[in-house]
């Protein structure tokens, strides 16, 4: 479990308290996980993805967190009985997460697993992400890459595998540890960290994914990776093109490593003062 | 330059803070910017009217080309005023993003509990 004083992130800016003021869930709830599905303009996906998810993980809870869909996104949720967070606006895959993870930790829950609503993750991988959160991991990726023996082939394309791996390079230069898959939706979460990241989530492109991971390392929660493999895209196109794409890189690049110095001071700072 | 450029200058400059004071009357700028651009306006129409003033800082800090010290005053004052607009820019932003969060959550559906769980007291039956 991750360390209690970060959860005290007074640094981090003021956090307006949430509108439910102070949470009174049933404790039952600490229990169950909430698997959040960001989602934008998925309807050609979401139902088959819900009711996959209803078939192989029946105990688990779901949220859609609709992104601002132009489409039928929330109408096709809602059929299916599960509770839709619709943003009045689109906020990126951050902000939708954020707002997953804001209700998660605003119902008391006591995990959450991020799912992505376009098919592309198996959800019969669902526990394995979840039993290595029971071994006391804060943070568990499920990573394309970390699977030699399953011959889990995830083309990614040479612009894309190139610009993932100087993430990789640097993350690895900052956090000390190498991650396979840094940029994998396929994650679970503790309860510790869901605070943490409800109080604060990158928001931009990649923010949601590689820097998120490195502050949850940075901060001292627990990082596991568990080998899954994943489908190819069942509808929608990619969600960027090449030229973002190298700007969202170097904006990326650029934030991590400005963000690095500050992280570990604040990190002597709580270990003098312990 | 020709008393008829600082004529012009200084009615530019007037007029600008006659629109300035219009809009803060308004309720159209809050005072806080009013007072950033009044007091650029008020610097702009002193020089306007003793241009003699810039020749003289330009003198003392080594410039030969006076308006050049002008340029630079200018260009450094934008530069911080952008700046300035990107930060508070970047703050609001976060909020708006909290408020669209908060907002999407108190709209959602709570969690439907697990069996065992105490339903909510507005579905227990009704005992008649």
Do not use: K
Not at chain 1, 144 to 161: E, I, K, N
Not at chain 1, 180 to 208: C, I, M, V
Not at chain 2, 7 to 13: G, Q, R
């Amino acid at each position: 479990m991750g360390p209690p004083d970060a959860l005290v992130r007074e640094e981090a800016g003021p956090l307006p308290a949430s509108v439910f003021g102070p949470a009174r869930p049933p404790p039952a709830r600490a229990a169950r996980t909430l698997v959040i599905l960001p989602a934008l303009n998925e309807e050609a996906c979401l139902r088959a993805v819900l009711r996959e998810l209803a078939l192989s993980c029946p105990q688990l809870d779901v949220l859609v967190v609709d992104d601002g869909s132009t489409d039928g996104t929330a109408d096709v949720a809602r059929a299916e009985g599960v509770p839709v967070a619709v943003l009045p606006f689109n906020l990126g895959v951050g902000g939708a997460l954020q707002t997953g993870f804001r209700y998660a930790v605003a119902h008391g829950y006591g995990r959450a697993i991020q799912f992505d609503a376009d098919g592309q993750h198996d959800p019969t991988q669902v526990p394995a992400l979840l039993a290595a959160l029971d071994e006391g991991a804060d943070l568990v990726i499920g990573s394309r890459f970390a699977a030699p023996d399953t011959g889990s082939q995830y083309d990614v394309g040479r612009l894309r595998g190139g610009a993932m791996g100087v993430l990789r390079l640097t993350v690895r230069f900052l956090s000390g540890r190498s991650f396979s898959d840094t940029s994998s939706g396929f994650r679970a979460f503790s309860a510790p960290l869901l605070a943490f990241y409800a109080a604060d989530y990158p928001n931009e492109y990649l923010g949601d994914t590689v820097e998120a991971l490195l502050l949850a390392c940075q901060a001292g929660f627990r990082v596991v990776e568990v080998p899954v493999s994943m489908r190819v895209r069942a509808a929608g196109t990619p969600s960027t093109q090449n030229l973002r794409l190298i700007y969202h890189y170097l904006r990326a690049l650029l934030s991590l490593l400005s963000r690095a110095p500050i992280r570990r001071r604040e990190r002597a700072l709580r270990n003098t003062t312990r | 330059m020709s008393t008829g450029g600082h004529v012009l200058i200084f009615s530019l400059t007037l007029f600008s803070l006659l629109f300035i004071v219009r809009m803060v009357r308004r309720n159209q700028l809050p005072s806080r910017y009013a007072l950033l651009w009044l007091s650029i306006g008020v610097v702009i129409g002193f020089l306007a009217i003793f241009p003699r003033v810039l020749d003289r800082v330009s003198n003392w800090l080594g410039i030969a080309y006076a308006p050049g010290t002008f340029f630079l005053g200018a260009i450094t004052m934008l530069f911080l005023i952008v700046v300035h607009f990107s930060w508070e820019l970047a703050r609001l932003d976060a909020r708006t993003r909290l408020l669209a969060e908060e907002l999407a959550i108190l709209r959602a559906d709570p969690p439907r509990d697990a069996p065992g769980v105490a339903p909510a007291e507005e579905d227990q039956p009704v005992d008649h």
